[in-house]
Nanobody, 113 residues
């Protein structure tokens, strides 16, 4: 049974940083492509970062975020810096594994003073 569990979200002031973590199980992590998506209230879900043979970021990232993985721990991470109020959203960890997409339950990130 595939499971992805995000953690690390919370309330942070503008300009602050957060590191999101995604613990995975139930599949061969090293064979999956990992990504992070987000969805803000009233907005469509959008890609934040994706890591496979290459790394891609949403246009809004502009060098502020970094995706990484630890194969031995079956973990994915999203380091976020210089956070802005418009980064407020639920952030989801996603695994693409043999053509199937698996989603975590999401973690809330709120950027506010």
């Amino acid at each position: 049974q595939v499971q992805l569990v995000e953690s690390g979200g919370g309330l942070v002031q503008p300009g602050g940083s957060l590191r999101l973590s995604c613990a995975t199980s139930g599949f061969t992590f090293s064979s999956a492509a990992m990504s992070w998506y987000r969805q803000a209230p009233g907005k469509e879900r959008e890609l934040v970062a994706a890591l496979s043979t290459t790394i891609n970021y949403g246009d809004f990232v502009k060098g502020r975020f970094a995706i990484s993985i630890e194969n031995a721990k079956k973990m994915a991470y999203l380091q976020m810096t210089s956070l802005k109020p418009e980064d407020t959203a639920v952030y989801y960890c996603v695994a693409k594994y043999y053509g199937h997409f698996y989603w975590g339950q999401g973690t809330q990130v709120t950027v506010s003073s």
